[in-house]
Structure formats: structure tokens, C-alpha cells
């Protein structure tokens, strides 16, 4: 539901809803203070980015995120535009998505959104991997 203010903006009332990705998907990230689910391990395309508060990781799709307006900002790899993204539900700034890029070099990231590791955690299914098979074959 949509209300306009007497100032002639839009406000959003209402129940938040929040995305769920499906049971089917093995190794989610998630909101560190929250919990909120923010993407699957198959969108994830590199680990190795760097963001204000440490390691980032970039993510070609993420779910229950808002975005602020989009600015121009020299981050390592140069002039970007780019608008920063918020938790849904618990509003934590996590990181940002990559609107445009300015060097032809850049332009893969466009569309694309970095999600700092100090706010995430992993869940469901991430244990699977580490098992140590060795304990099973000495049975």
C-alpha cells in the first residue's frame, strides 16, 4: 500500500514481506544481524573484492536488500556509480550494487552487488562439505 505525504513523496505501508529462496538451495548467505536470507552460493561470482570494512564478496543477484540513490564514488578499481544496499529487515548497511562503470574494464560489475563479509553468515547446508569423510571409511 502506497501513501502520498502532503510534501508530494511516497511512503510504503504495510507488513514487511521477506524473500525466501527455495528449500532446494544448499548454501545461503545470510544477514549477520538479522538472519534475513541475501543469496544463494550459485550467484556468488568472486571472493576477492575488497569493501570499507574488510573482505566483500560479489554476488550477481541477492534478495531482501534496498537501495539507496545512486552516486559516483573512486573505489580501487576506479570511478564508479554505484547506490548502497540495506538489509530489508534490519536495515544494516551491507555493501553496494554496481549501477555503472566508467572504465570498459569495469563494465561486468554493472548490475552486479558486493555484500561485505563482516555482515554475513553462512547457513543451511554449508556443514555438508566439511564432513571428514576419513572417520566413514575406517568403519
Not at 511516497?10 to 536470507?37: D, E, M
Not at 554476488?59 to 564508479?80: D, I, K, M, Q, Y
Not at 555484500?115 to 564432513?131: A, P, R, S
Amino acid at each position: 500500500m502506497v501513501k502520498k505525504s502532503h510534501h508530494g513523496s511516497s511512503k510504503t505501508l504495510g507488513k514487511l514481506f521477506q524473500f525466501y529462496l527455495p528449500t532446494k538451495t544448499h548454501r545461503i548467505y545470510s544477514c549477520l544481524h538479522c538472519r534475513a536470507q541475501l543469496a544463494s552460493h550459485d550467484e556468488l561470482i568472486s571472493k576477492s573484492f575488497q569493501g570499507s570494512q574488510g573482505r566483500a564478496y560479489l554476488f550477481n543477484s541477492v534478495v531482501n536488500v534496498n537501495t539507496s540513490a545512486a552516486e559516483e564514488r573512486v573505489l580501487l578499481t576506479g570511478l564508479h556509480e554505484v547506490a548502497d544496499i540495506y538489509c530489508d529487515c534490519c536495515k544494516t548497511l551491507l555493501g553496494w550494487k554496481y549501477e555503472h562503470a566508467f572504465e570498459s574494464s569495469q563494465k561486468y560489475k554493472e548490475g552486479k552487488f558486493i555484500i561485505e563479509l563482516v555482515h554475513m553468515i553462512k547457513d543451511n547446508g554449508w556443514d555438508d562439505e566439511n564432513i571428514d569423510q576419513s572417520n566413514y571409511l575406517k568403519k
